[in-house]
């Protein structure tokens, strides 16, 4: 009986009010007892931290704190929510007269109430205004919201106009490069963390420096090349190999490539391509441009075997860049006046194998420009049912498919330099191209079969799907470059709902269809629409994502996922075979960088351990950078270009290691470094000291031949001018083509 009496006393006795504030109490950490808290605003919860009302009466210090939450003060910081109604405010001082009695009072309060409806029913009707040609059945013009659309960064804390300027232009005089917020630069720029990590490694391991400076040292100018002589048709043909070497090179370029971008009427190709062998010396010279265009996109994909390097270049791209000279000579030397299907297909392949074999990097937007002008010049922009001359059913399909191809093109080469779209809705009315595939097109049919629904898969089924977003994404190709422009948060919201819709009508055909050969050839098609919506995330969510607000906490989870989703996609491509992606795009590296950003941030912001969740999340993350690194690994050895991305790879991957084991940093730094000199070591043994491959039909001294044509300028390699008021961090590289500029003065940005 006594122990249920000591019970029931115990269980009566009153509990002590808390004086820590509700976040810290159920975090169980020490409160400086503050309004807001130290720990709540470095946490960024300020708007968050509330007491207890029965403990804030009774507080030596309300008085001091009452006042200053009332007079505004309080560095700046939100008014918690306990004090944002009358109805939940905190208890008045003693000896005060509750702030309802105040004179004016509620005068205040319906002004404020009354104000705020107004500010909410502008922020609406302009968004509604504004953004309705991104809702469903709209069709508004995007391009007319482009001039309203206006905000200052400094609504953010701690981010004024130059910090928020994402953009590089750097040099001086005339000698400028521009690269605009959507070019990896804009991300390391911001990323203070990665510079001093890689700069460390180089400055422990400067052997880094030496292997660089091996492979330059045999370099050689192949790419500034005179050609004085006319090319014709039996010039080309001493230039194609065996013919079982080109049927399997073709077919890797039809199996990798026209799955996407389409150029080619695959049956009607097979066809000329068998006349073409039947008797190779009369076929159209044209012809044997567009073999060895085709030859040149697909030779430098993985083949089962060992590269062979030529200084840092691999040999098979140096064999591409002779071919590709010399059929951009001979294209440059054919009249404009009678222009064919073959002549657009040419200029497509051209701008398509410069990019795969990383050729003229720097000039890849200026080139995609052209191209797009060249097309419109035709007219191709234009529905093809408002040509008045009779044009065949089939002319007018392939004419979609050139335009639509060149379109997108044109656009990802925009967003990688960052900068602005050519064209804007009203531009073109070409319609987009039918769900065929190439069997159902008869060159000699009156009308084309109806299109397919969108989940049956063809050979068509990502330019048809890609026309869909096509006005959203050029919005926002042009809204990421505008200068000094920001958009509101509800706004941004509003364009990534309008992503996601896009993301979420992309048909899953793996599933759909059970032929396990088209199931493969699906990926990535399906892969590409997934990859060219999320690139557009990381730009508009930025700024909020690093703005270390808990309001744009689902900017930060985006921008994050974001670039989870695009490392995920390339890993999938990667695994059913396909390189092609990773060698003519830069998205594996900027995803990853996006990634490691965030992370690297997250972890300075929140200290304390990470969870169970987290961790395993994490160590997700980690694959897939290991994932990322490979892809780019291959890519070194497919080219032997890319080797500073490639060093970037692994620092990056290393310093996200750091986060979870920080303790073992010098390990990482060394796992890196070890990583980057296998790399240079094997390219350096791998040198190619033979003559190259000899040519079906060429005369004996046929490499001799080309060589005397081209006529390769050896001139010296000098470093451009260094940035006036700026100094390299990275000291140990001097000389780098990175990202399509050198790194003289970067990391200091």
Known sequence: MSDVNAREDGARKRRRLPLSCRTCKARKLKCDRELPCTRCVKSYRANSCVYDSRAVSTHPDNDYRHDRVSSGQGQGIETPRSLEHPNTALPNRPNQAPLQEYPGYDAQQRRITELESQVLDLQNSLTRKEYSSFTAGSGDSASKVLPHVRGSWSAFPEQ????????????????????????????????????????????????????????ESMKKHILNRQITTKIDGTFLLALLPVRSIVDQIIETYLANFETTYRVLHVPSFRISYAEFWADPQASPEDSVVIILLLMSIAHCLPH????????????????????????????????????????F????????????????????????????????????????????KQTSAFDKEMRRRIWATVLELELQACLDRGMPASLEEGHWDCPPPANLHDEDLDPLAEELPPSLPTDRYTASSFLHL??????????????????????????????????????????????????PITSLSSVLPQAMLKIQLHQYLPLIHRPFAHAGHPRYFYSQAAHLNSGFCVLEDFVAIQRSGNFSLALMREDVIRAALNVCHDIVQ????????????????????????????????????????????????????????????????????????????????????????????????????????????????????????????????????????????????????
């Open 160 to 215: 004024d106009h130059q910090r928020a300027e994402r953009v590089l232009l750097r040099g001086r005089d005339f000698k400028t490069k521009y690269y605009g917020s959507s070019h990896p630069s804009s991300v390391l720029r911001q990323f203070t963390e990665l510079s001093r990590f890689m700069k460390d490694i180089v400055s422990r391991y400067p052997i880094i420096e030496r292997v660089e400076d091996d492979l």
């Open 304 to 343: 089962g075997k060992e590269s062979v390097f030529e200084s840092s270049s691999s040999a098979r791209r140096n064999e591409v860049i002779d071919w590709i000279q010399l059929c951009e000579e001979w294209s440059r030397q054919q009249t404009q006046k009678r222009l064919t299907l073959a002549t």
């Open 345 to 388: 297909q040419i200029q497509i392949l051209l701008f398509m194998a410069k990019r795969m074999n990383t050729i003229k990097k720097k000039r890849t937007w200026t080139v995609a420009g052209y191209l797009l002008r060249f097309t419109m010049a035709a007219g191709l922009h234009r529905d093809p049912s408002v040509i008045q």
């Open 466 to 515: 890609a026309y869909r977003s096509i006005q959203l994404r050029v919005y926002l190709t042009s809204l990421q470059s505008k200068i000094g422009d920001s958009l509101p948060y509800d706004q941004v919201l509003l364009l990534d709902e309008r992503i996601m819709q896009s993301l979420s009508e992309i048909p899953n055909w793996q599933e759909s269809d059970r032929n």
């Open 602 to 749: 997250s972890s300075r912001q929140h200290k304390q351990a990470p969870s169970t969740s987290s961790t395993i999340r994490f160590q997700s993350y980690l694959h897939l950078l290991r994932e990322a690194t490979d892809i780019l690994e291959t890519k070194v050895l497919c080219l032997g270009q890319g080797t500073r991305t490639h060093f970037l790879m692994c620092a990056t991957y290393a310093l996200v290691q750091t986060v979870i084991a920080p303790e073992n940093v010098m390990e990482y730094q060394q796992v890196a470094a070890d990583r980057t000199i296998k790399l240079h070591y094997r390219m350096l043994a791998q040198q190619k000291h033979t003559s190259s491959i000899g040519v079906q039909g060429a005369p004996s001294n046929s490499s001799a031949s080309i060589e005397a044509l081209l006529n390769p300028q050896e001139e010296p390699f000098t470093m451009p001018e260094p940035v006036d008021g700026t100094t390299f961090l990275l000291d140990a590289i001097t000389d780098t083509d990175f990202f399509g500029f050198n790194m003289d003065g970067f990391w200091d940005l």
